[in-house]
C-alpha cells in the first residue's frame, strides 16, 4: 500500500463547477500538508500549504485537512479553464521538510468551457 | 526573476552512453533536490541535497549520481543510462524551512532507447 494515495482522474468538470480532490494516507506522523498545481510540460508549483488539521482558503481554492480519517481535500469554486492541470498533494512529518516530502500520484482535471 | 532552470529540456541517448542534466536556482536557496515522475507512481526523489558538498539519497537512487559543488548548481549524472531511466525529471530547490514551497524547473524529457 503506498503511503498516500491520490485518484489519478481524468476529471472532467463543467466551467463554474465545484470540484473537489483528495488524498488518503496512512502515515500518522504527517504534519505538514500541500498541494500543488502541474500545467502541461511545467514543473509542479505550489498552491495551498496546511498544517496539520482544520481548513485554510485562499481566494477560490480551501484545502481541508481531516486528521483522524487521514483524509485530505483541495476544493475549487468557480472553476475556471484555467484551472485545468494536474494537481499534487503532498505531505510531510514534523520533524522534516522538503527533503522527506512525499507527493501523491496527482490528480488530471479538465474544466470543460 | 527567480527560477530553477534545467538543461537540456529533450534528451534521448543510447543506453551507457553517459549523460549529464544541468540545474541551476537564482534564489539562494540551500535545499535542491531531483525527481522522477513517472506514470501512475507521481513524483519520485532521487537525491537531495541540503547545502554545499551535503548530498543524500531518496527514494529511487540506483543508476544516479549527483554532485553539490555550488550552492546555485546541482547536476544529475546518468553514469551508464538504461531505457528503465526513461522518465520526466524534475529539479527543485527551497529554503530550509518547513513551510518554504519547493520550486521546480520544467523538467528534462529524457528517452534511453
Known amino acids: 500500500q503506498k503511503e498516500v494515495e491520490q485518484d489519478p482522474g481524468p476529471l472532467s468538470v463543467p466551467e463554474g463547477a465545484i470540484v473537489s480532490l483528495n488524498c488518503t494516507y496512512s502515515n500518522s506522523a504527517f504534519q505538514y500538508f500541500m498541494w500543488y498545481r502541474q500545467y502541461s510540460r511545467k514543473g509542479p508549483e505550489l498552491l495551498m500549504y496546511?498544517?496539520?488539521?482544520g481548513n485554510k482558503e485562499d481566494g477560490r481554492f480551501t484545502a481541508q485537512v481531516d486528521k483522524s480519517s487521514k483524509y485530505i481535500s483541495l476544493f475549487i469554486r468557480d472553476s475556471q479553464p484555467s484551472d485545468s492541470a494536474t494537481y499534487l498533494c503532498a505531505m510531510a512529518g514534523p520533524n522534516f521538510g522538503n527533503e522527506k516530502l512525499t507527493f501523491g500520484t496527482g490528480t488530471r482535471l479538465t474544466i470543460i468551457p | 526573476e527567480a527560477q530553477v532552470t534545467q538543461n537540456p529540456r529533450y534528451l534521448i541517448t543510447v543506453t551507457g552512453k553517459k549523460l549529464t542534466v544541468t540545474c541551476s536556482q537564482n534564489?539562494?536557496?540551500?535545499?535542491m533536490s531531483w525527481y522522477r515522475q513517472d506514470p501512475g507512481l507521481g513524483l519520485r526523489q532521487i537525491y537531495y541535497?541540503?547545502?554545499?558538498?551535503?548530498?543524500d539519497k531518496g527514494d529511487v537512487p540506483e543508476g544516479y549520481k549527483v554532485s553539490r559543488k555550488e550552492k546555485r548548481n546541482f547536476p544529475l549524472i546518468l553514469e551508464s543510462p538504461s531505457p528503465n531511466q526513461t522518465s520526466l525529471y524534475f529539479c527543485a530547490s527551497s529554503f530550509i524551512s518547513q513551510n518554504s514551497p519547493l520550486h521546480f524547473g520544467n523538467g528534462t524529457r529524457l528517452t534511453v532507447t
Open positions: 496546511t498544517y496539520s488539521s
Open positions: 541535497s541540503m547545502n554545499v558538498e551535503v548530498t
Open positions: 534564489m539562494n536557496h540551500e535545499y
